[in-house]
Nanobody, 123 residues
């Protein structure tokens, strides 16, 4: 599985962005998908994840109520809708895939990673 994330950009505080992650290869529907982010000088952290069946979604406390993860298996794509963005959301955002994943929080359990897309939130 190859993953390509896009949709990042520069946005003022309070704004919104929709990040997308397109997957190539077969059996996208059998993969749990996650979003992680890494800010300068900080470790990569969990943002959100959706289980392979779509029924389980998990979020980091810092983004609950502001971010929404969703998937479209017909398009082999997972989305991250980001609303009410804050300067502290500035980071490179990465998508990841875990075969039959159940929306895990742990980066080391993901099998495939895409390149990141940069989100910059200005104050």
């Amino acid at each position: 599985v190859q993953l390509q994330a896009f949709g990042g950009g520069l946005v003022p505080a309070g704004g919104s962005l929709r990040l997308s992650c397109a997957a190539s290869g077969h059996s996208f529907s059998s993969f749990g998908m996650g979003w992680f982010r890494q800010a300068p000088g900080r470790e990569r952290e969990f943002v959100a994840a959706i289980a392979w069946g779509g029924s389980i979604r998990n979020y980091a406390d810092s983004v609950k109520g502001r971010f929404t993860i969703s998937r479209d298996n017909a398009k082999n794509t997972v989305y991250l809708q980001t609303n009410s963005l804050k300067p502290e959301d500035t980071a490179v955002y990465y998508c990841a895939a875990q075969r039959y994943g159940s929306a895990t929080y742990y980066a080391n359990q993901y099998d495939y990673w895409g390149q990141g897309t940069l989100v910059t939130v200005s104050s």
